[in-house]
């Protein structure tokens, strides 16, 4: 038992450090989504580009296209904060539990453990079986915030800025479709510039081909969309989702398989540990110490000159003399 415990430690340790490596990826990661903006902005230059120019073509003037990835992208820095930072804790735990021996360490370290391996487990099959649980409720808070601050291809405000960008960039309109923009409170659908005076049916962003000008023929993928001109029927959720993840499913089910298969293994191992501290706890403090009987301890015997008893002194017989 012995040595079992002893290579769970050593085993446990190693692969803490490991994945302690992965926590501080994700905090970097996360820092990185946060203020580096300006290092991975240079990948939607092109569609910003594009956007500034097909608002000028349409009369809607100079328009400053400046996109505050920073702002969009906080709720998923954040999240790579928070997960690095419990990964870090988790693994400090597993090691000082492994190396100093302290049960309550090791099992602290083997209850996140076990509910972190049964969150992955639902998560990977949610998002490979059954989709539409996560799909449908983040289609539904990308539509109301359309449905409250959506512009048009010149607003200037984030949520307009971060769907113009996004429909170009991922070929898409809307988070279900373009049905996603009617009623919008602020997007004004009539449009009144050079010789067009019609109405809308989808934002400018969702034509395949941003317009060139300002009439009515240079309008016509919003005016009169189709298939062959505009997005309108592909949503950015199943878009992105298709393109991103179903088409990794095969590596991200891999990844996802390996990481539970090392986790089990590290949380048996811990049990290994717990049960083997338990019982040294047992034996070095436990009811035996309390019970042990001293040793006997031996008088050796010796000689001493007693005086026999008067009783029992012998009548010694004097030797005769002649």
């Known amino acids: 038992m012995g040595r079992c415990v002893t290579a769970s430690r050593v085993v446990i340790v190693l692969f803490n ?3 302690t490596i992965i926590g501080l990826i994700f905090v970097a990661g996360g820092l990185f989504l946060k203020f580096g903006s300006s290092v991975y902005k240079g990948a939607l230059a092109s569609v910003e580009s594009s956007i500034k120019q097909s608002i000028y073509n349409t009369g809607g003037g100079n328009v400053d296209i400046n996109l505050d990835l920073g702002s969009v992208t906080e709720p998923v820095a954040f999240a790579f904060i928070g997960l690095g930072l419990f990964i870090l804790v988790i693994c400090f735990l597993g090691c000082c539990g492994a190396c100093y021996n302290f049960p309550v360490l090791i ?3 083997i209850v996140p453990s076990i509910i972190i391996l049964a969150a992955e487990i639902v998560v990977v099959i949610l998002f490979l079986g059954v989709p539409s649980v996560i799909q449908t409720p ?5 539509k109301s915030g359309i449905q409250s601050d959506f512009q048009d291809i010149s607003g200037t405000n984030l949520v307009s800025l971060a769907w113009n960008v996004a429909m170009q960039q991922f070929k898409c309109c809307g988070a279900n479709d373009y049905s996603d923009f009617t009623g919008a409170s602020k997007w004004n659908t009539a ?4 010789t067009c005076s019609c109405t809308l049916k989808t934002p400018l962003a969702c034509c395949m081909t941003l317009p060139s000008g300002n009439t009515a023929s240079d309008l016509t993928c919003a005016t009169t969309p189709t298939t ?4 309108l029927y592909t949503g950015c959720v199943k878009k992105v989702w298709n393109d991103y993840i179903l088409s990794n499913q095969a590596i991200i089910g891999g990844a996802f398989t390996g990481l539970a298969v090392f986790q089990t293994l590290l949380i048996i191992l811990a049990f ?3 049960c083997g501290t338990r019982k040294e706890v047992t034996f070095d403090d436990g009811p035996m110490k309390k019970n042990k009987v001293a040793p006997m301890k031996t008088v050796a015997k010796t000689k001493t000159n007693v005086r026999p008893a008067i ?9 005769a003399r002649y």
Do not use: D, E, H, W
């Open 191 to 194: 449009k009144y510039s050079g």
């Open 107 to 109: 099992m602290l370290y």
């Open 17 to 19: 450090i490991l994945f």
């Open 228 to 231: 062959s001109n505009n997005y």
């Open 311 to 319: 009783g029992q002194r012998k009548n010694k017989v004097s030797p």
């Open 272 to 274: 290994i540990i717990f």
């Open 138 to 142: 983040l289609a539904s808070s990308l």
